[in-house]
């Protein structure tokens, strides 16, 4: 079993900035891509950004400029640099994370999520 444990989450006003952590814990073998999504009240939880295990990153058109994913194998932890936070920023972040275990099975985890609050 894997852990996804996050924090950093807050309340910031419009133009401010936020770094979310999540680490990985448990009976960790090997983790490939992690990532982070997230949900406002009543609406999907949307993809945010994602990052492989050997750096390669992706992100949401809605973020990109602002939005920076990072992680640190070393500490089985990835990072959410957030830039020039906007009211629309606010949701529920959740950490997600790819697990393969020494057998070679998959499983994805999320973490339990933390708020984001952007005031205007």
């Known amino acids: 079993q894997v852990q996804l444990v996050e924090s950093g989450g807050g309340l910031v006003q419009a133009g401010g900035s936020l770094r979310l952590s999540c680490t990985a814990s448990g009976s960790i073998f090997r983790i490939t891509a992690m990532a982070w999504y997230r949900q406002a009240p009543g609406k999907q939880r949307d993809l945010v950004a994602t990052?492989?295990?050997?750096?390669?990153?992706n992100s949401a058109d809605s973020v990109k400029g602002r939005f920076t994913i990072s992680r640190d194998n070393t500490k089985n932890t990835v990072y959410l640099q957030m830039n020039t936070l906007k009211p629309e920023d606010t949701a529920v972040y959740y950490c997600?994370?790819?697990?393969?275990?020494?057998?070679?099975?998959?499983?994805?985890?999320w973490g339990q999520g933390t708020q984001v609050t952007v005031s205007s």
């Open positions: 997600y994370a790819t697990h393969i275990t020494s057998r070679g099975y998959e499983y994805q985890y």
């Open positions: 990052i492989t295990s050997g750096g390669s990153t």
